[in-house]
């Protein structure tokens, strides 16, 4: 069986290394707290969610558990190698082995995971709560798992003097509102899957392929166009069948993302006193980036990604105001119900759309 291009005990080394070298201390009083807190406020969020958004999980309560950096790294490393299965296997049948002798096959390897490494290590200094489907899709206790990266949460409230319990039940909003559009719509965790599943299959290792794809980035720029700027890196070796199954889970996340921070501002807006300031403080934080971790942010589309809440929020806000609740909730119904990247961005053009479906169904 041939070798995986990518060294995963690297990247996973490299990876805790970048990430242990300014995580906060945490004492074992201050850990006992976090479960304690975010055991007593994943339910309690549950539940507001539900009630917010008329979406109850249909896999039971979630549970919540509290990692350090480290913790998050390893799960999400072994989400990768689950993900990137396939099209691993076939580089490593068809790449490493056919273009390079086997004296430098470990070194590329072992190159190949200090970047993915060095790329986790700098993005797990910068989560607070996860709802990943990637993490949990094949393990037994799949679906009700909210992640919470108690360093991050603990750094974050110690820097702008966040009231601890306001702060965590906040960040349990958002993650459960999550769980909440994946397990209490029937249809949308097979088809999300589905939609990564397309997108990874169609991944071609071919040198020509990496090659076309360099000159449309160059191509891109030429013309005064970033070419990270729409998904990142991987926009950019996308094929363009990919490409259209990229912008289709762009358009998802955008919706979703979206309906999370409006949920997650309008639920709290009550019961947490302070949660005007802690959506100023990480919006400003999400757009503070400049230098080298703006062009990191741009590698690994985590710009989009930043740009799907501002698309997301603004679709979700305009057809609230232009056509009610009622109307918005149709994207619940099936995936012909889903705005497109278009429609996103023109969510007038959504309304229209799902206006004559809507009536040909009735």
Do not use: C
């Not at 689950?82 to 099209?87: F, K, Y």
């Not at 299959?201 to 030429?222: D, G, I």
Request: overall charge negative; charged content about 25%.
């Amino acid at each position: 069986m041939a070798q995986e291009p990518i060294d995963w005990s690297v990247a996973e080394k490299v990876a805790v290394k970048v990430a242990e070298r300014s995580a906060p201390d945490i004492d074992s009083l201050t850990r006992q707290r976090l479960d304690e807190l975010f055991g007593a406020f994943t339910p309690e969020a549950e539940a507001i969610v539900a009630e917010a958004t008329g979406l109850s999980s249909l896999e039971g309560p979630a549970r919540a558990e509290v990692t350090d950096r480290a913790g998050w790294i390893r799960a999400n490393i072994s989400s990768f190698r689950r993900l990137l299965g396939p099209i691993l296997e076939k580089s490593g049948e068809k790449g490493l082995a056919r273009v390079l002798p086997p004296s430098l096959q470990g070194v590329t390897r072992a190159a190949a995971g200090a970047e993915i490494g060095a790329v986790l290590g700098w993005m797990s200094t910068r989560v607070l709560g996860q709802y990943d489907l990637l993490l949990t899709e094949g393990e037994s206790s799949a679906g009700d798992v909210v992640y919470y990266v108690g360093p991050n949460v603990v750094g974050l409230e110690r820097r702008h003097g966040f009231a601890p319990n306001e702060f965590r039940l906040w960040i349990a909003i958002h993650e459960l509102t999550h769980r909440a559009q994946f397990t209490g719509v029937s249809w949308m965790r097979p088809y999300f899957l589905d939609l990564v599943d397309r997108g990874v299959s169609m991944a071609s290792p071919e040198p020509k392929v990496l090659a076309a794809a360099l000159a449309r980035a160059a191509r891109e720029v030429r013309e005064g166009r970033n070419p990270l700027a729409e998904s990142g890196l991987v926009g950019v070796l996308a094929t363009p069948e990919q490409a259209a199954v990229l912008r289709q889970i762009q358009a998802l996340m955008s919706l979703l993302e979206g309906h999370g921070d409006i949920v997650m501002n309008r639920a709290a807006a009550e019961a947490i006193p302070g949660a005007r300031r802690f959506a100023e403080t990480l919006q400003s934080r999400r757009d503070s980036a400049a230098g080298v971790v703006k062009l990191l942010q741009q590698l690994i589309g985590m710009e989009a990604k930043m740009r799907q809440y501002r698309e997301g929020e603004h679709f979700v806000a305009t057809v609230e105001q232009e056509v009610g609740p009622a109307i918005f909730s149709l994207v619940w119904q099936g995936p012909e119900f889903l705005p497109s990247m278009d429609e996103i961005r023109d969510p007038n053009a959504w309304i229209e759309r799902v206006r004559g479906r809507s009536r040909e169904i009735a």
